[in-house]
C-alpha cells in the first residue's frame, strides 16, 4: 500500500473511532444540567477558598456565555470535544483563559455526568408528572358527564355486567394516579447528590458537597463515592416508571381502537386525531391511538437496553454507561408527546350513548343479578341459583330475548324452582337497577362512581 493511502485509513480510524467514542451528539441535551452544576461546583469552590471570588466571577459569566451561544445556535459541535462535560470547559477557557482550566479541580467527569444526568432525571420526573395529573383530570371531567351511561363491562372481552361509562373512565384515573405516585416516589429516592464524589473514591480536596447539594436542589449529598458514580438506578427507574405509563397509554388505545371500530362504534374519535386512506376514500383511521400503543414497544426496549447494559459492570465507573442516555432522552420525548396527544384525543372524543347502551342489551348482563336475588330473597345456596339462572339464560335464548327484557311468566317457566318467585325479580334484572345495585366499595353504581369522582377532585386539589 503506498504512503498516501495508509495515511488517507489512518485518518479515516481515527474519525470512525472518534464517532465512537463521542457521545456530544446526544449527550449535548444535558447543556443547561452541565452549566448548572459547573456554576454550583465553581461556587462551592470560592466558598471553600480553593479559587478567587475574581475567577469564580469568571468562571460563572463564562458559563453564561456558553449557554447563550448553546441557544442561539452559535455554539459548534465538534467530536473533538467527545462530550458535553468537554465541549463546555474548552469553550469556557477559550472565552475567559486560565481561570476556565481551574474548574475541573475536585471533580471528575464521571461525578459531573451522574450529577448531569440525575438532574435530568429529576426535571423529567416533574414535568411528566404534571403532564399526567392533566390526563387524569380529563378522565375525571369525562367520567362526571357519564355516570349515568351504560356500558358492557367485559371480562375475556364478552359481555359480563352493566357498567356506567364513567366508572370505565376512572379505571384509566386510577392506573394514571398511580404512574403519578411511581414517578414521585422515584424523585423522592433518588434526589441526592453525586457532585463531589469525584472519580471513585472522593478527594483529598476541601470541598463542601452539602453546599453543591443544596445549591442544585438535592435533598443531601449521596454518602458513598464509588457506588455514586456507577449508580444508574434513578435512569432504570423512570424508564421503568415511563413503561408503565404507556403501558396504560397502550390500554386505553387499545379501546379505543375497538370501540371506533365499525362493529362497537362507541366512541368516534374528532377528526383532528383520525386519519384517512391513501387508496379507500371512505376511511377513517386510528393511526392515532395505534401509534400511541405501539410506540410502547420502543419503550420497553429501553428499559431492557440499559438493565443489560448495567448487568455485568465491575466497580466502579465504566464507559458502558455512556449508552444510558439515548434510550432515556427517547423514552422521556415519547412519554411526553403520548401523554398530551392522549390528553387531546380523550378530550374530544365523541362519546356514542346509544350503541353503548344498545349492545348492553346483548348477552345476558343482569343474569348474575338473579341468582343474587334468589340468594338475598329466597336463601338459595349461590351454586343452586347460579344453575337455575344458566336455565333462565337458556330460555331467554330460545325466545330470542336478553334476560333483562323477560316478562315475570317468561321467568317462571324456566326452571320448577322459579314457580313462586316474586315479582321484584323483574326490576332487579332491568340493566340500569342491576348497575346501580353494586353499591359496595369500588363498585360501579352511579352513587359509588360519584364518590370515586368526588374523591379524585379532592386528590386533584391536593397535588
Ligand atoms: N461521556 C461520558 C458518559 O456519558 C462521561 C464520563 C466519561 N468519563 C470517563 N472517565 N471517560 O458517561
Not at 303 to 331: C, H, R, W
Not at 332 to 351: A, D, G, P, R
Request: proline fraction near 2%; charge should be negative; include cysteine.
Amino acid at each position: 500500500m503506498s504512503n498516501q493511502n495508509n495515511q488517507i485509513l489512518k485518518n479515516t480510524n481515527a474519525q470512525i473511532l472518534d464517532e465512537f467514542n463521542a457521545s456530544i451528539m446526544f449527550d449535548k441535551e444535558l447543556y443547561s444540567q452541565d452549566i448548572r452544576g459547573s456554576i454550583a461546583h465553581s461556587q462551592m469552590l470560592c466558598e471553600q477558598g480553593i479559587l478567587t471570588k475574581e475567577e469564580q466571577e469568571a468562571i460563572e459569566k463564562g458559563l453564561l456565555q456558553v449557554k447563550e451561544e448553546i441557544e442561539s445556535g452559535d455554539f459548534k459541535f465538534t467530536l473533538a470535544t467527545e462530550d458535553i462535560h468537554m465541549a463546555v470547559e474548552s469553550r469556557l477557557t477559550e472565552i475567559i483563559g486560565e481561570p476556565g482550566k481551574k474548574l475541573h479541580t475536585a471533580r471528575s467527569r464521571n461525578d459531573q455526568v451522574a450529577t448531569d444526568f440525575r438532574l435530568y432525571v429529576q426535571e423529567k420526573s416533574l414535568s411528566i408528572k404534571a403532564q399526567l395529573k392533566e390526563l387524569i383530570e380529563t378522565f375525571v371531567n369525562v367520567a362526571s358527564k357519564h355516570t349515568e351511561t351504560l356500558i358492557p363491562g367485559m371480562t375475556h372481552l364478552q359481555h359480563a355486567q352493566p357498567l356506567n361509562f364513567g366508572y370505565h373512565m376512572l379505571a384509566y384515573a386510577n392506573m394514571f394516579k398511580r404512574d403519578f405516585e411511581r414517578f414521585e416516589s422515584s424523585y423522592e429516592r433518588n434526589n441526592y447528590s453525586p457532585l463531589g464524589s469525584a472519580a471513585l473514591a472522593g478527594t483529598p480536596h476541601n470541598i463542601n458537597r452539602k453546599s453543591t447539594s443544596d445549591k442544585l436542589g438535592f435533598y443531601e449529598p449521596t454518602n458513598h463515592a464509588m457506588d455514586t458514580v456507577s449508580d444508574r438506578d434513578f435512569a432504570l427507574e423512570i424508564l421503568f416508571n415511563i413503561s408503565t405509563s404507556m403501558m396504560h397509554i397502550s390500554r386505553i388505545s387499545e379501546e379505543l381502537i375497538t370501540w371506533s371500530s365499525y362493529e362497537f362504534q362507541f366512541v368516534r374519535m374528532s377528526d383532528e386525531y383520525a386519519t384517512t386512506s391513501s387508496i379507500m376514500p371512505q376511511k377513517k383511521n386510528p393511526d392515532v391511538p395505534e401509534l400511541l400503543r405501539g410506540k410502547t414497544g420502543r419503550v420497553y426496549g429501553n428499559l431492557i437496553s440499559l438493565l443489560t447494559v448495567m448487568k455485568g459492570l465491575p466497580l466502579a465507573y465504566n464507559k458502558d454507561t455512556q449508552e444510558d442516555k439515548e434510550g432515556v432522552f427517547d423514552s422521556v420525548k415519547t412519554i411526553e408527546i403520548s401523554l398530551s396527544i392522549l390528553n387531546e384525543v380523550i378530550k374530544t372524543m365523541i362519546v356514542n350513548k346509544d350503541k353503548m347502551q344498545a349492545a348492553c342489551k346483548v348477552g345476558h348482563l343482569s343474569a348474575t343479578d338473579l341468582a343474587d336475588f334468589l340468594v338475598q330473597n329466597q336463601n338459595m345456596p349461590f351454586r343452586t341459583a347460579y344453575y337455575i339462572t344458566k336455565d333462565v339464560v337458556s330460555h331467554a335464548n330460545s325466545l330470542n330475548k336478553d334476560i333483562s327484557e323477560l316478562t315475570i311468566d317468561e321467568i317462571k317457566e324456566a326452571n320448577e324452582d322459579l314457580k313462586n318467585v316474586s315479582e321484584d325479580i323483574v326490576m332487579y334484572l332491568d340493566l340500569r337497577n342491576s348497575m346501580n345495585a353494586r353499591t359496595s366499595l369500588g363498585g360501579t353504581s352511579t352513587k359509588q362512581t360519584q364518590k370515586q369522582i368526588e374523591n379524585f377532585k379532592k386528590w386533584l386539589k391536593d397535588n
